[in-house]
């Protein structure tokens, strides 16, 4: 299973970006894919999480209201974040595990990609 993200970028504040993760390799038919991020010596923190098993869409308080997950399949997932401000910088994951319920704990993602960076200038 391999998964690769891009999108990443500098934005000012205010702006937006669109991180995409294609996913490769992923054979499961029920899945929970999930955005994770990690601030500069912060712990890993879940941004916003999918599944095609339940209705259940995940946000963090931080993400509601400006980003949005979509997934049509387990072969490719967007987060749009729209009104970035100086404290969404970090490196953005996607990850994705077997599931039929929404996860949203790192811990339990069984796959990671490499992360893309993404800085919100003031």
């Known amino acids: 299973v391999q998964l690769v993200e891009s999108g990443g970028g500098l934005v000012q504040t205010g702006g937006s970006l669109r991180l995409s993760c294609a996913v490769s390799?992923?054979?499961?038919?029920?899945?929970?894919i999930g955005w994770f991020r990690q601030r500069p010596g912060k712990e890993r923190e879940a941004v916003s999480c999918?599944?095609?098993?339940?209705?259940?869409t995940y946000y963090s308080a931080f993400a509601k209201g400006r980003f949005t997950i979509s997934s049509d399949s387990p072969k490719n997932t967007i987060l749009q974040m729209n009104s970035l401000k100086p404290e969404d910088t970090a490196v953005y994951f996607c990850?994705?595990?077997?599931?039929?319920?929404?996860?949203?704990?790192?811990?339990?993602?069984?796959?990671w990609g490499q992360g893309t960076q993404v800085i919100v200038s003031s």
């Open positions: 990850a994705a595990t077997w599931s039929v319920t929404t996860l949203t704990a790192p811990h339990d993602y069984d796959y």
């Open positions: 390799g992923f054979g499961f038919r029920d899945y929970s």
């Open positions: 999918i599944s095609n098993g339940d209705d259940v």
